[in-house]
T-cell receptor, first 111, second 114 residues
Framework: GIQVEQSPPDLILQEGANSTLRCNFS?????LQWFHQNPWGQLINLFYIPSGTKQNGRLSATTVATERYSLLYISSSQTTDSGVYFCAVERVWTSYDKVIFGPGTSLSVIP | DTGVSQNPRHKITKRGQNVTFRCDPISEHNRLYWYRQTLGQGPEFLTYFQNEAQLEKSRLLSDRFSAERPKGSFSTLEIQRTEQGDSAMYLC????????????FGDGTRLSIL
């Protein structure tokens, strides 16, 4: 089945710093999303981005589908950015592994 | 929209008992997903509905697990003869019609097996 990798697995940032999170996937996909799981366990959709670049405030994401990777940029990080960031890929026509989440990047932003 | 609602928030039960969880998706979202998440892991896909039709099931979904979505509205996930390994957070997500729509997650049901 399709493999999804994320790097780095853990990241500690000083408040105000910038960071880039990466998601690699091993096969073509139809959809890709980035999620933030906050310390209370809530999963929040950040971007739906199967290709191209999107920006939302201090966050932006780029997916290069032909090279099978996506990047999430966090600028001017804040303590509320702490949590785990997941990328998830979806394939429309498949029997079993319709949606596959990566293992996540655990981010801690310290004041 | 009131968001995806899941009940109960927590369920504690003895091994061997049956449990049922409910998910109410965002109104007019025709696509509904169930996931399971254990500590330190990303969510694992369990099953997917489009309207009332269960279109896909993960190989992780043993025959003790069954899901329904009558009338294409709310969905239930039942686990029969629960085992210790079933302890996890069970998450539901919904998305609107079309394959280019993001998923919106509920807060989950945490299952603990004694």
């Amino acid at each position: 089945g399709i493999q999804v990798e994320q790097s780095p697995p853990d990241l500690i940032l000083q408040e105000g710093a910038n960071s880039t999170l990466r998601c690699n996937f091993s096969d073509s996909v139809n959809n890709l999303q980035w999620f933030h799981q906050n310390p209370w366990g809530q999963l929040i959709n950040l971007f739906y981005i199967p290709s191209g670049t999107k920006q939302n405030g201090r966050l932006s994401a780029t997916t290069v589908a032909t090279e099978r990777y996506s990047l999430l940029y966090i600028s001017s990080s804040q303590t509320t950015d702490s949590g785990v960031y997941f990328c998830a890929v979806e394939r429309v026509w498949t029997s079993y592994d319709k949606v596959i989440f990566g293992p996540g990047t655990s981010l801690s932003v310290i004041p | 929209d009131t968001g995806v609602s899941q009940n109960p928030r927590h369920k504690i039960t003895k091994r061997g008992q049956n449990v049922t969880f409910r998910c109410d998706p965002i109104s007019e979202h025709n696509r509904l997903y169930w996931y399971r998440q254990t500590l330190g892991q990303g969510p694992e896909f369990l099953t997917y509905f489009q309207n009332e039709a269960q279109l896909e099931k993960s190989r992780l979904l043993s025959d003790r697990f069954s899901a329904e979505r009558p009338k294409g509205s709310f969905s239930t996930l039942e686990i029969q003869r629960t085992e210790q390994g079933d302890s996890a957070m069970y998450l539901c997500a919904s998305s609107p019609r079309g394959y280019d729509q993001p998923q919106h997650f509920g807060d989950g049901t945490r299952l603990s097996i004694l």
